[in-house]
């Protein structure tokens, strides 16, 4: 939709495609910026009901911030790919049209995020359960 309404800025005299991916790409960083920015409202307004305590609050803090830092540090076709497919929803094949890759492409790239994002949720959990042995 978003490439219909940019239509009179593309160049017939240039590739398409790049264009198009342009487009997408931009989305999906200003659609990963404001879910930042609304996890990090919602995790400052006020707490439900059942109020964590001040370990829960870190814990829920720390985790938060290492997926955002992993996030960040994905290269960003693989932070496009992983956020057009898990966070967005689109299937595989239109990540694919729209990065303008091969959709065994889309899939590695989305694989790669997703076992980096496990790693840096693995380590948040090894230095929680190292805190809670240390006296």
Do not use: C
Not at 23 to 35: K, P
Not at 51 to 79: C, F, K, N
């Amino acid at each position: 939709m978003r490439a219909l309404g940019a239509i009179q800025s593309y160049d017939p005299g240039r590739p398409f495609a790049p264009w198009l991916y342009q487009i997408a790409r931009n989305v999906s960083r200003n659609r990963l910026a404001a879910w930042s920015r609304r996890r990090e409202d919602l995790h400052s307004g006020e707490l439900p009901s059942r109020q964590p305590g001040p370990d829960e609050v870190l814990e829920s803090s720390e985790i938060r911030a290492r997926v955002d830092a992993a996030m960040v540090r994905l290269p960003e076709r693989r932070r496009t790919a992983f956020y057009l497919s898990d966070v967005e929803g689109y299937p595989t094949e239109q990540v694919a049209r729209i990065m303008g890759l091969s959709p065994g492409t889309v899939r590695s790239h989305v694989h790669h995020a997703r076992m980096a994002l496990r790693a840096a949720l693995a380590e948040s959990r090894e230095e929680r359960k190292n805190r809670r042995l240390m006296p």
